[in-house]
């Protein structure tokens, strides 16, 4: 390879699908015009167990426990009545914390049918229209722009209606 006269091939290969709009035809939506937003119920930490009889998060294990996307549920309970439960691709949130920071945590659940606690906020994609991992991976990237919408002084929160009609 003589160096000058070689052309410089790109690192990464282009690709096209094959149902792959033109460039230029991407539609800019708020979050609230892609997803739906529900809040976990109840679910103390009394109520957790090491073997319950269902799957569950509770909102504290959001800051400590998982990261961008959950594949396994570390916790359980046999806390089931009227509470609400996880699809695929949700995206959790917690709602309310004594520190603003931890409120831009999202995570993408991977399982069906886990009960979900109270202070988390559930983002529920449209699935032909936004991915989940891809939205806690970019909410996550995108921590500053969140926290924004924090509001509180004492105790902080993070409200859907903040989020699904200002986001970007």
């Not at 937003?37 to 998060?57: M, Q, R």
């Not at 990261?67 to 916790?75: A, F, L, W």
């Not at 009227?82 to 409120?103: A, F, Q």
Request: proline share 5%; glycine share 8%; with cysteine.
């Amino acid at each position: 390879m003589s160096g000058k006269s070689d052309k410089k091939k790109p690192l990464v290969p282009r690709l096209r699908f094959p149902d792959f709009r033109e460039a230029g035809a991407w539609e800019v939506k708020r979050l609230g015009e892609v997803c739906c937003f529900l809040k976990g119920k109840g679910l103390p930490k009394t109520a957790i167990t090491p073997h319950g009889v269902a799957p569950c998060i509770h909102y504290g294990e959001l800051f400590t426990d998982y990261g961008e996307v959950i594949r396994d549920t570390k916790s359980y309970t046999d806390s089931t009545n009227n509470c609400v439960k996880s699809e695929e691709e949700d995206v959790l949130m917690p709602t309310s914390d004594v520190t603003p920071n931890g409120l831009a945590k999202a995570s993408c659940i991977k399982e069906k049918g886990v009960v979900l606690g109270g202070d988390i906020l559930i983002i529920r994609a449209n699935k032909q229209l936004a991915f989940g991992e891809f939205l806690s991976r970019y909410i996550r990237y995108k921590e500053q722009d969140v926290l924004r919408y924090v509001s509180g002084t004492t105790v902080f929160h993070l409200y859907s209606s903040s989020i699904s009609v200002k986001s970007r």
